[in-house]
Protein backbone atom coordinates (compact mmCIF):
# COMPACT_ATOMS: atom_id res chain seq x y z
CA UNK A 1 0.00 0.00 0.00
CA UNK A 2 1.26 3.05 -0.71
CA UNK A 3 -1.10 5.88 0.39
CA UNK A 4 -0.69 7.42 3.32
CA UNK A 5 -1.33 5.13 6.80
CA UNK A 6 -2.67 6.04 10.27
CA UNK A 7 -2.62 3.89 13.35
CA UNK A 8 -4.89 3.05 15.14
CA UNK A 9 -7.99 3.85 13.14
CA UNK A 10 -10.21 4.16 16.07
CA UNK A 11 -9.43 5.17 19.69
CA UNK A 12 -11.40 4.64 22.74
CA UNK A 13 -9.82 6.23 26.09
CA UNK A 14 -10.75 7.85 29.38
CA UNK A 15 -10.43 11.70 30.25
CA UNK A 16 -7.26 12.36 31.31
CA UNK A 17 -5.30 9.74 30.11
CA UNK A 18 -2.47 10.10 27.30
CA UNK A 19 -3.35 9.29 23.53
CA UNK A 20 -0.74 8.98 20.54
CA UNK A 21 -1.47 8.45 16.53
CA UNK A 22 0.67 7.14 14.34
CA UNK A 23 0.64 8.59 10.46
CA UNK A 24 3.26 7.45 8.07
CA UNK A 25 3.02 9.41 5.10
CA UNK A 26 3.56 8.54 1.03
CA UNK A 27 7.59 7.64 1.23
CA UNK A 28 8.55 10.30 -1.35
CA UNK A 29 6.16 13.02 0.50
CA UNK A 30 8.20 15.52 2.21
CA UNK A 31 5.76 17.42 4.08
CA UNK A 32 3.21 16.08 6.36
CA UNK A 33 -0.03 17.77 7.90
CA UNK A 34 -2.26 17.26 10.56
CA UNK A 35 -6.06 17.90 10.72
CA UNK A 36 -8.69 17.53 12.87
CA UNK A 37 -12.35 16.94 11.99
CA UNK A 38 -15.42 17.05 13.83
CA UNK A 39 -18.90 15.50 12.66
CA UNK A 40 -20.24 18.59 10.11
CA UNK A 41 -17.12 20.29 9.66
CA UNK A 42 -14.23 20.60 7.16
CA UNK A 43 -10.78 19.16 8.46
CA UNK A 44 -9.07 21.89 10.59
CA UNK A 45 -5.19 22.33 10.41
CA UNK A 46 -3.31 21.64 13.52
CA UNK A 47 0.05 21.62 12.14
CA UNK A 48 2.59 20.42 9.74
CA UNK A 49 6.47 19.44 9.13
CA UNK A 50 8.54 19.88 6.62
CA UNK A 51 10.86 16.59 6.60
CA UNK A 52 11.62 16.77 10.26
CA UNK A 53 11.26 20.31 11.03
CA UNK A 54 7.96 21.52 12.32
CA UNK A 55 7.16 25.01 10.34
CA UNK A 56 4.08 25.85 12.17
CA UNK A 57 2.41 24.79 15.62
CA UNK A 58 0.06 27.87 16.32
CA UNK A 59 -2.82 26.07 15.51
CA UNK A 60 -2.66 23.03 17.89
CA UNK A 61 -5.01 23.38 20.19
CA UNK A 62 -3.66 23.81 23.50
CA UNK A 63 -0.57 22.63 25.11
CA UNK A 64 -1.79 19.36 25.61
CA UNK A 65 -0.99 18.84 21.99
CA UNK A 66 2.04 17.51 20.54
CA UNK A 67 3.66 16.81 17.27
CA UNK A 68 7.01 14.94 15.73
CA UNK A 69 8.27 14.00 13.20
CA UNK A 70 11.78 12.68 14.19
CA UNK A 71 13.48 11.32 11.21
CA UNK A 72 11.26 13.18 8.41
CA UNK A 73 9.45 10.36 7.78
CA UNK A 74 6.27 8.92 10.08
CA UNK A 75 4.71 11.43 12.36
CA UNK A 76 3.17 11.32 15.74
CA UNK A 77 0.51 13.21 17.59
CA UNK A 78 0.19 13.01 21.05
CA UNK A 79 -2.69 14.51 23.03
CA UNK A 80 -2.12 14.16 27.09
CA UNK A 81 -4.61 14.61 29.45
CA UNK A 82 -7.47 14.41 26.94
CA UNK A 83 -10.78 16.17 27.26
CA UNK A 84 -14.31 15.12 25.65
CA UNK A 85 -13.87 17.93 23.92
CA UNK A 86 -10.86 16.38 22.04
CA UNK A 87 -13.28 13.72 20.54
CA UNK A 88 -12.82 14.05 16.90
CA UNK A 89 -11.44 12.50 13.62
CA UNK A 90 -7.30 13.49 13.69
CA UNK A 91 -6.53 13.13 10.20
CA UNK A 92 -3.36 13.17 8.59
CA UNK A 93 -1.96 14.50 4.85
CA UNK A 94 1.49 14.30 3.05
CA UNK A 95 2.43 16.04 -0.09
CA UNK A 96 5.48 16.97 -2.24
CA UNK A 97 6.58 20.78 -1.35
CA UNK A 98 6.90 21.44 -4.65
CA UNK A 99 4.25 19.10 -6.69
CA UNK A 100 0.36 21.02 -7.61
CA UNK A 101 0.33 20.97 -3.77
CA UNK A 102 -2.34 18.08 -3.37
CA UNK A 103 -3.03 16.53 -0.32
CA UNK A 104 -2.97 12.99 0.04
CA UNK A 105 -5.11 12.15 2.55
CA UNK A 106 -5.24 8.80 5.08
CA UNK A 107 -8.71 7.45 6.68
CA UNK A 108 -7.70 9.35 10.08
CA UNK A 109 -7.87 8.14 13.63
CA UNK A 110 -11.01 8.33 15.36
CA UNK A 111 -10.77 9.67 19.03
CA UNK A 112 -13.69 8.80 21.87
CA UNK A 113 -12.89 10.10 25.38
CA UNK A 114 -15.63 9.30 27.62
CA UNK B 1 -7.38 31.94 5.53
CA UNK B 2 -9.49 30.08 7.66
CA UNK B 3 -12.82 31.49 6.06
CA UNK B 4 -13.64 29.23 3.80
CA UNK B 5 -17.43 29.08 3.77
CA UNK B 6 -19.90 27.02 1.47
CA UNK B 7 -23.39 28.05 0.94
CA UNK B 8 -25.75 25.74 1.35
CA UNK B 9 -25.30 22.54 3.48
CA UNK B 10 -26.98 19.90 1.80
CA UNK B 11 -27.80 19.54 -2.01
CA UNK B 12 -29.94 17.16 -3.14
CA UNK B 13 -30.22 16.43 -6.75
CA UNK B 14 -31.32 13.91 -9.46
CA UNK B 15 -29.54 11.40 -11.31
CA UNK B 16 -28.13 12.50 -14.35
CA UNK B 17 -28.83 16.31 -13.78
CA UNK B 18 -25.31 18.66 -12.96
CA UNK B 19 -24.41 19.86 -9.51
CA UNK B 20 -23.10 22.43 -8.82
CA UNK B 21 -21.71 23.16 -5.23
CA UNK B 22 -20.17 26.61 -4.28
CA UNK B 23 -17.47 28.14 -2.27
CA UNK B 24 -16.40 31.39 -0.69
CA UNK B 25 -13.21 32.35 0.76
CA UNK B 26 -11.87 35.20 2.18
CA UNK B 27 -8.44 35.05 1.94
CA UNK B 28 -6.74 36.88 -1.21
CA UNK B 29 -3.33 35.42 -0.96
CA UNK B 30 -4.37 32.22 -1.60
CA UNK B 31 -2.89 31.29 -4.79
CA UNK B 32 -4.33 27.73 -4.80
CA UNK B 33 -7.77 25.81 -4.63
CA UNK B 34 -8.61 22.16 -4.23
CA UNK B 35 -11.87 20.35 -4.08
CA UNK B 36 -12.08 17.51 -1.98
CA UNK B 37 -14.49 14.75 -1.80
CA UNK B 38 -15.41 12.77 1.41
CA UNK B 39 -17.25 9.69 2.24
CA UNK B 40 -18.27 8.27 5.08
CA UNK B 41 -15.57 7.09 7.66
CA UNK B 42 -12.89 7.54 4.85
CA UNK B 43 -10.51 10.50 4.47
CA UNK B 44 -11.00 13.76 2.41
CA UNK B 45 -10.35 12.30 -1.53
CA UNK B 46 -8.69 14.91 -4.46
CA UNK B 47 -11.07 15.98 -6.91
CA UNK B 48 -9.55 18.76 -9.07
CA UNK B 49 -7.32 21.26 -8.31
CA UNK B 50 -7.17 25.03 -9.91
CA UNK B 51 -4.41 27.80 -9.43
CA UNK B 52 -5.36 31.31 -9.28
CA UNK B 53 -4.09 32.57 -12.07
CA UNK B 54 -6.72 30.51 -13.75
CA UNK B 55 -10.48 31.05 -14.09
CA UNK B 56 -11.88 27.17 -14.50
CA UNK B 57 -10.65 23.89 -15.45
CA UNK B 58 -12.01 20.75 -16.56
CA UNK B 59 -11.67 17.63 -15.28
CA UNK B 60 -13.96 13.68 -15.95
CA UNK B 61 -17.10 15.40 -15.30
CA UNK B 62 -15.96 18.18 -12.90
CA UNK B 63 -15.75 21.55 -13.71
CA UNK B 64 -14.21 24.39 -11.70
CA UNK B 65 -14.89 27.95 -11.80
CA UNK B 66 -12.49 30.21 -10.00
CA UNK B 67 -13.72 34.27 -9.73
CA UNK B 68 -11.12 35.63 -7.90
CA UNK B 69 -12.85 39.38 -7.74
CA UNK B 70 -16.32 38.11 -5.72
CA UNK B 71 -13.69 35.07 -3.98
CA UNK B 72 -16.04 32.56 -5.18
CA UNK B 73 -15.14 29.01 -6.49
CA UNK B 74 -17.80 26.37 -7.47
CA UNK B 75 -17.96 23.15 -8.23
CA UNK B 76 -19.89 21.51 -11.51
CA UNK B 77 -20.46 18.04 -11.50
CA UNK B 78 -22.05 17.05 -14.99
CA UNK B 79 -24.47 13.74 -14.84
CA UNK B 80 -24.62 13.36 -11.26
CA UNK B 81 -24.25 9.43 -10.16
CA UNK B 82 -25.47 8.06 -6.79
CA UNK B 83 -21.46 7.35 -6.54
CA UNK B 84 -21.40 11.15 -6.20
CA UNK B 85 -22.99 11.23 -3.24
CA UNK B 86 -20.65 12.46 -0.64
CA UNK B 87 -19.41 15.56 1.54
CA UNK B 88 -17.36 17.88 -0.89
CA UNK B 89 -15.00 20.39 0.47
CA UNK B 90 -12.95 23.37 -1.07
CA UNK B 91 -10.01 24.16 0.14
CA UNK B 92 -7.71 27.16 -0.31
CA UNK B 93 -4.17 27.34 -0.01
CA UNK B 94 -1.42 29.83 1.69
CA UNK B 95 0.91 27.90 2.75
CA UNK B 96 -0.77 25.49 4.34
CA UNK B 97 -4.76 24.43 3.59
CA UNK B 98 -7.27 25.92 4.75
CA UNK B 99 -11.07 24.12 4.92
CA UNK B 100 -14.36 24.73 4.54
CA UNK B 101 -17.46 23.29 6.10
CA UNK B 102 -18.30 21.33 3.47
CA UNK B 103 -21.72 20.77 1.21
CA UNK B 104 -23.24 17.30 1.27
CA UNK B 105 -24.34 15.85 -1.71
CA UNK B 106 -27.41 13.70 -1.94
CA UNK B 107 -27.67 12.04 -5.42
CA UNK B 108 -31.47 10.69 -5.92
CA UNK B 109 -31.74 7.65 -8.02
Known amino acids: DTGVSQDPRHKITKRGQNVTFRCDPI?????LYWYRQTLGQGPEFLTYFQNEAQLEKSRLLSDRFSAERPKGSFSTLEIQRTEQGDSAMYLC????????????FGEGSRLTVL | GESVGLHLPTLSVQEGDNSIINCAYSNSASDYFIWYKQESGKGPQFIIDIRSNMDKRQGQRVTVLLNKTVKHLSLQIAATQPGDSAVYFCAERENKFYFGSGTKLNVKP
Open chain 1, 27 to 31: SEHNR
Open chain 1, 93 to 104: ASSLKQNTGELF
